[in-house]
């Protein structure tokens, strides 16, 4: 009996890290899982929203967090010119800057839908089932948030790096919010004379709602 409990264990184990690799490696699958424990959090968690905000937006950054590549997105959120004027501890406190911001609007916004559903545009091909290469680096996968009386819908860019698939781009309802950081950006450092200490410490992230209401 204690045999087969062990044997039976052992096998769940070991199912269970093998789907948890082959959703790390698929990205659609590696969205999806996401976006689908980001709905759980939002529903189960709805009482926090208003008893308490910063435990209920934390539960939602725990899950976020982890999909973006930072360091790629702010790096592309500076620009190429900024980028290069910054020291290499300015690129580095600006990630950290623009990752608190970024997190803090995303949570936030996220929390408005808490009866929302998210559903992904899986391919009709063999893509689910397939290991992506090395060479396939970049994919877009799709999704539609359904809040109730409106459908919107959602794009990400993902790159795959050693940590596997990360996102370096978001496409809410049309709004580009990489092309929209960056124009924020390009804008307060032409307005505190591209001095990029000045920039870093006024920074603001804001997206606005994307176009959803």
Not at 21 to 31: E, R, S
Not at 86 to 115: C, P, V
Not at 173 to 180: A, D, E, P, S, W
């Amino acid at each position: 009996m204690l045999h087969t409990l062990k044997k039976n264990l052992f096998l769940f184990l070991f199912f269970f890290n093998i789907n948890n690799i082959h959703a790390t490696d698929n990205p659609y699958i590696f969205i999806d899982s996401n976006a689908q424990d980001m709905v759980e959090v939002l529903t189960s968690n709805s009482d926090l929203f208003e008893s308490d905000r910063e435990t209920y937006e934390n539960k939602i950054k725990e899950i976020f967090e982890p999909m973006i590549d930072f360091r790629r997105v702010s790096a592309s959120v500076m620009g190429k010119k900024y980028y290069l004027l910054a020291t290499k501890e300015q690129r580095a406190e600006f990630i950290e800057i623009f990752k608190d911001s970024l997190l803090d609007t995303y949570a936030e916004t996220l929390a408005q839908w808490g009866e929302s559903t998210i559903s992904t545009k899986l391919p009709k091909d063999d893509s689910l089932s397939k290991k992506f290469e090395s060479f396939e680096n970049n994919v877009e996968v799709r999704q539609i948030l359904n809040t109730g009386t409106s459908e919107y819908p959602i794009s990400y860019k993902l790159r795959k790096s050693d940590n596997g698939w990360k996102i370096v781009n978001i496409i809410i309802n049309g709004v580009n919010l990489g092309l929209t950081f960056r124009n924020q950006f390009q804008a307060l450092a032409f307005s505190h004379n591209e001095d990029i200490e000045l920039t870093l410490k006024n920074w603001v992230s804001d997206a606005g709602d994307a176009g959803i209401s």
